[in-house]
Antibody
Framework: EVQLVESGGDLVQPGGSLRLSCAAS????????MNWVRQAPGKGLEWVSV???????LYADSVKGRFTISRDSSRNTLYLQMHSLRVEDTAVYYC????????????????WGQGTLVTVSS | DIQMTQSPSSLSASVGDRVTITCRAS??????LNWYQHKPGIAPKLLIY????LQSGVPSRFSGSGSGTDFTLTISSLQPEDDFATYSC?????????FGQGTKLEIK
């Protein structure tokens, strides 16, 4: 059974750092396209970052230069390292597996975790 | 970036009603359009991918259509378990994989 479990969410001050983890089971993280998606309070879903099976990464403009997506094959885990956090980064962060696509196009997110809450506040 | 606009932003309907939600892309995205259902505290669920393909395990009352810039999600007969859910479209034509703002569904 495919399962994704996020952890690492916390209350952090503006300018602080946090690392989110997404432990996967039932499939191999490094062989798949993996994404981070967030939902701020009262807002819609916002795509944050992707790491493709080949290892290339892309980011939303809102987090570029501050967030880093990575994976650990030995732990079958996806990460999101977040620096210089802002109040507007407050959200529930989901990891999601992308399937069905190629060349950055055509992916659909077929499995999601339950989310982890990041609150940025002084 | 491709902007995705959904309508309506919220709707109220009765069990058994036919419900249609629309999604418009700011440029043509062929059929690279997905639909999700999400509820508070629960992992979002993929309903439809590639505009009209039903994800495995999703009830057949859900269907999708469209291509280019205009898309629709239809629930043919609303069920109680569809209540208090938000339905969101997402384009996967190009990065960033943008979502619509969501449509909140409430059953009368």
């Amino acid at each position: 059974e495919v399962q994704l479990v996020e952890s690492g969410g916390d209350l952090v001050q503006p300018g602080g750092s946090l690392r989110l983890s997404c432990a996967a089971s039932g499939f191999t993280v490094s062989s798949n396209c993996m994404n981070w998606v967030r939902q701020a309070p009262g807002k819609g879903l916002e795509w944050v970052s992707v790491i493709y099976s080949a290892g290339s990464t892309l980011y939303a403009d809102s987090v570029k230069g501050r967030f880093t997506i990575s994976r650990d094959s030995s732990r079958n885990t996806l990460y999101l390292q977040m620096h210089s956090l802002r109040v507007e980064d407050t959200a529930v962060y989901y990891c999601a597996r992308g399937s069905g696509g190629s060349q950055q196009r055509g992916y659909f997110f077929d499995y999601w975790g339950q989310g982890t809450l990041v609150t940025v506040s002084s | 970036d491709i902007q995705m606009t959904q309508s309506p932003s919220s709707l109220s309907a009765s069990v058994g009603d036919r419900v249609t939600i629309t999604c418009r892309a700011s440029q043509s995205i062929s059929t690279y359009l997905n639909w999700y259902q999400h509820k508070p505290g629960i992992a979002p669920k993929l309903l439809i991918y590639a505009a009209s393909s039903l994800q495995s395990g999703v009830p057949s009352r859900f269907s999708g259509s469209g291509s280019g810039t205009d898309f629709t999600l239809t629930i043919s007969s609303l069920q109680p378990e569809d209540d208090f859910a938000t339905y969101s479209c997402q384009q996967s034509f190009s990065v960033p994989y943008t979502f619509g703002q969501g449509t909140k569904l409430e059953i009368k």
